[in-house]
């Protein structure tokens, strides 16, 4: 572009010069003819080839404003006339305005052996000195730059050169880069291998290690649970020993009395109307009946610890089953009811169990809290739910559990009781049920004469 701009350049440099020549030379001093005047148009040829000599020029016209040739270095082109409507160059040299083109072609589209610039010019009359008056004509100028091609072609060469170069140069530089990538890629790869194959033989290991630790946890659970057993059995023998020894030992006591009383009485037949020998004997048989009793009650409770009954599982509301749990508990008139305060979830606390287990869980953390306060205190009972679980929680502000005994409270006779006032039965029988339930329950006191709360949780009906 920058070739074709210095050409134009020199078109616009050229022509103006050759116009003042031409005036200066032909037109002025004489009228001018070139159609009827040979020697005219001769004289003009000659100037005009004088002009052009060694340049570049391949061929020159000039046009009257209508467009017709009036003259030409090529003699057969004058005469002939120039479509105005087609050449817009042409249209606008008319108006004053310089105007060019690039041809690889001529008009009949055959293709020229030399690459030409087109130029439409306006031509002015001038004055002596030079000056520009009215425009009378076009002058068409044809430049070879061909040489111009040339030297593009050759910076176009140069450029596609540098170009490829620096493509190959860049080509050449990623492909080293991808190289080395691809190296360390290879490298990484074998490495995390390794590190896999390393990793997998370490698992393996550690997997046998922990299958052995395994198996020696479980033999050593096996012999714990034996251990756990043996200690409950002895526990179990150790209390039940004791609960039962004692009634019985009375019940022993008094019917040694009564025997040596009646055999007293049968050998010496003394005493038969003594009333005061006879008066000792209804005691004596109501300590029996109500020590065996006793015993019954014991072994009765031993029996539903260690063979519960099937539950009955159904949906039940868990505020109505403490609500009927705690009706019952109020007509037990031995039992005295202190301040008890119920807060039961407004909303409905639902659960799957059964109800007369639950009443029987719930009966025995009441009677233990009226045990725990002696006639005084409060005691509160609250249920909620807490997102997938229903809680129960009952506390009391009674005598409170030393801190060593909260891990003991739940093993069968267990009891802080004084002798014939608990089987310790209770809580392991409502461990029990609730662990039937898919449920937990736990103990909190915060030390001797601060109270207790046992908290049930069961899993709530979504």
């Given amino acids: 572009q920058a070739l074709i701009k210095q050409s134009e350049e020199y078109a616009h ?4 010069h050759l116009n003042y020549e031409i005036y200066k030379d032909l037109l002025l001093p004489a009228k001018i003819d070139l159609e009827n005047n040979r ?5 003009l040829d000659k100037i005009v080839r004088e002009r052009v000599y060694g340049l570049k020029i391949k061929k020159l016209c000039l046009y009257d404003l ?54 439409y010019y306006p031509f002015y009359e001038m004055t002596d000195d030079g000056s520009k008056k009215n425009q009378v004509g076009v002058m ?33 530089v990623l492909f080293l880069v991808v190289l080395k990538a691809v190296k360390i890629i290879n490298m990484r790869t074998k490495q995390l291998i390794d590190a896999r194959n390393t990793l997998e033989q370490k698992v393996e290991e550690r997997t046998l290690e922990i299958r052995e630790a395994y198996k020696k946890l479980q033999y050593t659970q096996r012999k714990l649970i034996q251990s756990e057993k043996l200690a409950s059995i002895g526990t179990l023998v150790t209390g039940l020993a004791h609960e039962i020894n004692n009634p019985l030992a009375s019940v022993a006591s008094c019917a040694e009395g009564l025997t040596g009383r009646l055999i007293t009485i049968l050998e010496h037949k003394e005493g038969c109307n003594d009333k005061e020998e006879w008066e000792v004997f209804p005691e004596y048989l109501k300590i029996i009946c109500d020590e065996t009793y006793r015993c019954k009650t014991i072994i009765s409770n031993l029996l539903n610890f260690s063979r519960q009954s099937e539950p009955e599982f159904t949906r039940i509301d868990i505020n109505r089953v403490v609500g009927d749990t705690l009706s019952v508990v109020r007509h037990q008139s031995q039992i005295k009811m202190q301040n008890i305060q119920l807060n039961l979830s407004e909303e409905p606390c639902e659960v799957i169990g059964d109800p ?62 004084p002798t014939g006032k608990g089987t310790g039965l209770g ?20 030390g001797p004469g601060k109270g207790a709360t046992f908290t049930v949780t069961l899993p709530s009906v979504t």
């Fill in 356 to 417: 007369q287990q639950l009443k029987q869980v719930f009966m025995n953390l009441i009677i233990n809290a009226l045990h725990a306060t002696e006639d005084h205190g409060d005691i509160s009972i609250s249920t909620c739910q807490k997102q997938t679980v229903v809680q129960v929680i009952v506390k009391d502000s009674g005598m409170g559990i030393k801190p060593e005994h909260l891990d003991k409270i739940f093993d069968p006779f267990f009891t802080t009781k």
């Fill in 66 to 119: 209508e467009g017709r040739i009036i003259y030409s270095t090529a003699p057969e082109h004058v005469g002939s006339t120039l479509d105005r409507g087609v050449d817009k160059k042409f249209g606008l040299a008319v108006r004053g305005i310089p105007a060019s083109a690039l041809y690889l072609e001529d008009s009949k589209g055959a293709f020229l052996m030399e690459t030409v610039l087109e130029t």
């Fill in 427 to 446: 809580l392991a029988i409502c461990y029990g049920i609730i662990d039937i339930h898919n449920g937990r329950i736990e103990a909190h006191s915060e």
């Fill in 140 to 172: 068409k100028i044809y430049q070879d730059i061909s040489c111009m091609n040339a030297q593009i072609t050759r910076s176009y060469q140069k450029a596609i050169i540098i170009a490829g170069s620096a493509m190959g140069i860049l080509f050449l």
């Fill in 39 to 43: 020697k005219q148009f001769e004289k």
């Fill in 13 to 16: 440099y050229f022509i103006p």
